[in-house]
């Protein structure tokens, strides 16, 4: 795993969507796997200031979506995508994918999105936040290693992380859908964004404890093209 320290939020919004105009250019990154969340704002920043044509011709998929929350519910992920992805990158609404959190059968629409994820080619590029508790996607701790996308219950400690999204905090879903570790291994590349002291601890679980399910994020210690991206806080307890 590659680790890259960087003193400011600006500094990892600039290195991320270098990494992604680079791929881009080269024709190497044609689909992005895209995250919500705090951790990747930056990127979506600074790759909307340094806009290229090419950037238009993306697809992306999405990593989670809450269930119950419709599509045009401004806390949908699907709504926060559209806002700081689909729009700031100028995307073709068609090519950016979210799961569907109000499909009538959750399993089909989770077979569905795997199906066109593999259609569209794969991932080139996974963008990634962690969790405090080391979750990837929505894959809480004890999550199996090799798992595909599917529905799953948030953790109350998510759940609370998440409610200042939320006017109440009562009103954050119970339920997601999320693509599964295994389905983010497939990514040809991924780059996980922490910043903060908040993050330390799992991101240190994550790149030096053992590999295991409590700690979802160590699966990265397997990929073979990973990235993480931290600021000197969230770096604070690596050895
Ligand atoms: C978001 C996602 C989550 C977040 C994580 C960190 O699509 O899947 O894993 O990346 O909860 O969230 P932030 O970046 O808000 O600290």
């Known amino acids: 795993m590659r680790v890259v320290i960087l003193d400011s939020t600006e500094d990892i919004g600039a290195y991320g969507a270098g990494v992604i105009l680079d791929g881009v250019r080269r024709g190497r990154i044609h689909t992005l796997g895209v995250a919500t969340g705090s951790s990747p704002l930056a990127i979506y920043r600074a790759l909307a200031d340094q806009w290229i044509p ?5 697809k992306a998929f999405a990593l989670d979506e809450y269930v119950g929350l419709p599509a045009d519910d401004p806390r949908s992920y699907r709504s926060v995508i559209q806002q700081e992805v689909t729009d700031k990158l100028r995307l073709d609404p068609a090519n950016v994918h979210v799961p569907n959190g109000c499909a009538a059968d959750l399993d089909a629409e989770c077979e569905r999105y795997e199906a066109a994820m593999a259609e569209a080619g ?3 590029l996974q963008l990634l936040g962690i969790g405090r508790n080391g979750h990837i996607g929505f894959n809480e701790p004890s999550s199996s290693l090799s798992s595909r996308t599917r529905p799953k219950t948030l953790m109350a400690a998510t759940r609370r992380d998440n409610a200042r999204f939320f006017p109440d905090p009562g009103d954050v ?4 859908l999320t693509q599964g570790l295994g389905t ?7 780059l996980l964004v922490a910043q903060g002291s908040a993050k330390a601890p799992a991101v240190r679980a994550a790149l030096e404890g053992p590999l295991s399910s409590m700690c979802p994020a160590s699966v990265l210690q397997l990929h073979r093209r990973a990235t993480v991206v931290l600021d000197e806080e969230a770096a604070q307890h690596l050895a």
């Open 122 to 124: 794969g991932v080139d």
């Open 173 to 176: 879903p119970r339920h997601c």
């Open 184 to 190: 983010i291994l497939d990514a040809a590349e991924v």
């Open 54 to 58: 090419a950037l238009a011709q993306l």
